[in-house]
Nanobody, 122 residues
C-alpha cells in the first residue's frame, strides 16, 4: 500500500508561483511512477506531469510550456511540482498519484492523494 498526501495549494495572482508537495509513505520502489493530475468541476481529470520515483523520465503536458518542474526528494519521500507563471486557467484541484506504468492516463495510476486546491486570480 502507498499513501499520498498533497499540500502547498492556495490562492495566487496570475504570474505567481506555487510549489505543490506530495508526501509518500508505504512500499514505494524506484520503478514507481509519480504523477500530477488536475481537475476542475464538470471536466475530466487532466494529466500535468510525471516522473519515476528514481528521479528519471520527467514528462509534462503540452500546456505546461516550460512553466512547471517536477522533482522528487528521496530523503523526504516527497515529489514536488514547482509551478511558475501561473495562469487563471491553471485553477484546479491538483492530485498526486502513484503507479507502476509510465503513463499519462489517470486509470493507469493505482494510488491517489486527496488533492490540493490551486486558485489563480486574474
Amino acid at each position: 500500500q502507498v499513501q499520498l498526501v498533497e499540500s502547498g495549494g492556495g490562492l495566487v495572482q496570475a504570474g505567481g508561483s506555487l510549489r505543490l508537495s506530495c508526501a509518500a509513505s508505504g512500499r514505494i520502489f524506484d520503478n514507481y511512477v509519480m504523477g500530477w493530475f488536475r481537475q476542475v468541476p464538470g471536466k475530466e481529470r487532466e494529466f500535468v506531469s510525471r516522473i519515476k520515483w528514481s528521479g528519471t523520465r520527467a514528462y509534462y503536458a503540452d500546456f505546461v510550456q516550460g512553466r512547471f518542474t517536477i522533482a522528487r526528494d528521496n530523503v523526504k519521500n516527497t515529489v514536488y511540482l514547482q509551478m511558475n507563471y501561473l495562469k487563471p486557467e491553471d485553477t484546479a484541484l491538483y492530485y498526486c498519484a502513484a503507479g507502476v506504468i509510465l503513463s499519462t492516463k489517470d486509470d493507469h495510476y493505482d494510488y491517489w492523494g486527496q488533492g490540493t486546491q490551486v486558485t489563480v486570480s486574474s
